[in-house]
Antibody, heavy 122, light 107 residues
Framework: QVQLVESGGGVVQPGRSLRLSCAASGFTFSSYSMHWVRQAPGKGLEWVALISYDGTNKYFADSVKGRFTISRDNSKSTLYLQMNSLRADDTAVFYC???????????????WGQGTLVTVSS | DIQMTQSPSSLSASVGDRVTITCRASQDISSYLNWYQQRPGRAPKLLIYTASTLQSGVDSRFSGSGSGTDFTLAISSLQPEDFATYYCQQTDSFPLTFGGGTKVEIK
């Protein structure tokens, strides 16, 4: 069955960097685009980024553009989110999620991981 | 960016009730509208995509309708496991955006 397992969350100081990973299994990872979606404590969902199946197309929310980078290693079935210049308002649970399309043209997420918490605090 | 507005932000209902949640887009998004359910402490779950297509494995008491700017999620007969927060999402254009959520509580 499809499994997505995020890791790499934790407490980080403002201005520092963190890299999240999402290990995928149970499907052909290299055939699907992938999302990162976050949720601040007690708040709603916020889409963060999407990467196409081959890594050639990437899209970002305005709030993270220029600070976050999305990437993937299809040989390892792993998705990444590199987060730089972190701010307090980046504090959230970060979910990775699968898009049923190759290029993200569907845009919705049919499978989700359980999330990893990132806390930005001094 | 396309803004998504859900109403109500919360509602109280009883088991067996019919419940409707609305979602309005700030511009025409055709049928590029999806609905998710999120139970407390859990990841979101896709219920409906492209406005009215039921995701595989989702109970048929959930239904979606609408096009353009106005959309509705309906639950025909509320079950105990349906008490959760529901989000709409537009996938017409990047950046993708979610509505603020509707929390369905037990009356």
């Amino acid at each position: 069955q499809v499994q997505l397992v995020e890791s790499g969350g934790g407490v980080v100081q403002p201005g520092r960097s963190l890299r999240l990973s999402c290990a995928a299994s149970g499907f052909t990872f290299s055939s699907y685009s992938m999302h990162w979606v976050r949720q601040a404590p007690g708040k709603g969902l916020e889409w963060v980024a999407l990467i196409s199946y081959d890594g050639t197309n990437k899209y970002f929310a305005d709030s993270v553009k220029g600070r976050f980078t999305i990437s993937r290693d299809n040989s390892k079935s792993t998705l990444y989110l590199q987060m730089n210049s972190l701010r307090a308002d980046d504090t959230a649970v970060f979910y990775c999620a699968r898009d049923p399309s190759r290029f993200g043209d569907y845009g919705y997420a049919d499978y989700w991981g359980q999330g990893t918490l990132v806390t930005v605090s001094s | 960016d396309i803004q998504m507005t859900q109403s109500p932000s919360s509602l109280s209902a009883s088991v067996g009730d019919r419940v409707t949640i609305t979602c309005r887009a700030s511009q025409d998004i055709s049928s590029y509208l999806n609905w998710y359910q999120q139970r407390p402490g859990r990841a979101p779950k896709l219920l409906i995509y492209t406005a009215s297509t039921l995701q595989s494995g989702v109970d048929s008491r959930f239904s979606g309708s609408g096009s353009g700017t106005d959309f509705t999620l309906a639950i025909s007969s509320l079950q105990p496991e349906d008490f959760a927060t529901y989000y709409c999402q537009q996938t017409d254009s990047f950046p993708l955006t979610f509505g603020g959520g509707t929390k369905v509580e037990i009356k």
